[in-house]
């Protein structure tokens, strides 16, 4: 009957369909596995396993998520100003990301409080831009000019913070590398999104911002490594030099392992006749 003929048709497409979602899905999963092994070991290799190195990468890939939504959101704004707006804020960017790096290599006393507060004021800043997006766009070219100082205070800082086994360029480089990962997906879904609501990738930027402030609040507070610091030494040559205990009440001070060995009162210490040299026996 065509009746039945339509319903197994129907029923076939029906299975295919979610046979085809069920293989997507188990793809999407695996792929997400791979990316974040291949994440892990690139923040684990640009870092060498420095603590204060690793929470500024997972800064930087936060920060670099939230960018790259923020230029998806750009895109679909109203009232962009065209090639002359966009190259007048890359311009100033490259200007600003100058005087940035300085600063923070400069003064590392002010490296987390710059970093802070410039997260602080481009969140705030991309909350308005979402909001009145087609309003403001000096605003949203400012935001856009404030792109590459913040990545350039991020590097600048990095470098500094590097151990001595990662070279610098190879640990800036996985940076980068393990931003880009977290920040692809979030600029091809902003794209993909902007088609239907085109404030969506603004304000995903901003929150990505939040969590960015939130994270510098974790670095140290000069943005300097400490090689040594945690085994109370000092390093010479790459070997770590133990620091000596302090003198106590004026006296001097006594190296490990080398104070002076001292009979407590009401003990004595048994030496055999055959190596005392005062013994009368030696002396017949």
């Not at 690793?54 to 230029?71: N, Q, T």
């Not at 006594?254 to 009162?265: L, M």
Request: aromatic share 4%; glycine share 12%; net charge positive.
């Amino acid at each position: 009957m065509p009746l039945l003929q339509a319903l197994r048709h129907l029923a076939d497409l029906l299975v295919r369909l979610i046979r085809m979602l069920v293989a997507t899905v188990n793809r999407s999963v695996v792929g997400i596995r791979w990316l974040t092994r291949t994440a892990l070991r690139v923040r684990m290799m640009g870092s060498g396993g420095d603590p204060s190195a690793g929470r500024l990468f997972d800064l930087h890939a936060v920060v670099m998520a939230a960018d790259l939504s923020l230029l998806a959101g750009l895109l679909w704004a109203a009232g962009s100003p065209g090639a002359v707006g966009w190259s007048a804020a890359l311009v100033g960017g490259l200007v600003l990301a100058a005087l940035g790096g300085v600063l923070v290599s400069r003064v590392p006393a002010l490296t987390r409080a710059a970093i802070g507060l410039a997260l602080v004021g481009r969140g705030v800043a991309t909350v308005l831009a979402a909001q009145w997006a087609g309003d403001l766009w000096p605003l949203l070219m400012l935001l856009l000019a404030l792109v590459l100082p913040q990545w350039a205070m991020h590097l600048t800082v990095l470098r500094r913070l590097l151990p001595r086994t990662v070279h610098p360029l190879g640990g800036l480089y996985r940076a980068m590398q393990y931003g880009l990962i977290a920040g692809l997906a979030t600029g091809v879904t902003g794209l993909l999104v902007g088609l239907v609501a085109a404030a969506w990738p603004l304000w995903v930027a901003a929150v990505l911002l939040s969590v960015g402030a939130l994270l510098a609040l974790r670095l140290p507070g000069s943005a300097t490594s400490t090689p040594g610091g945690a085994s109370g030494g000092t390093v010479v040559s790459g070997e770590i030099v133990p620091r000596l205990p302090a003198a106590v009440d004026g006296g001097p001070a006594r190296v490990p392992h080398q104070e002076a060995r001292t009979t407590p009162d009401g003990f004595h210490v048994y030496r055999p006749s055959s190596l005392d040299p005062t013994d009368e026996g030696t002396k017949k």
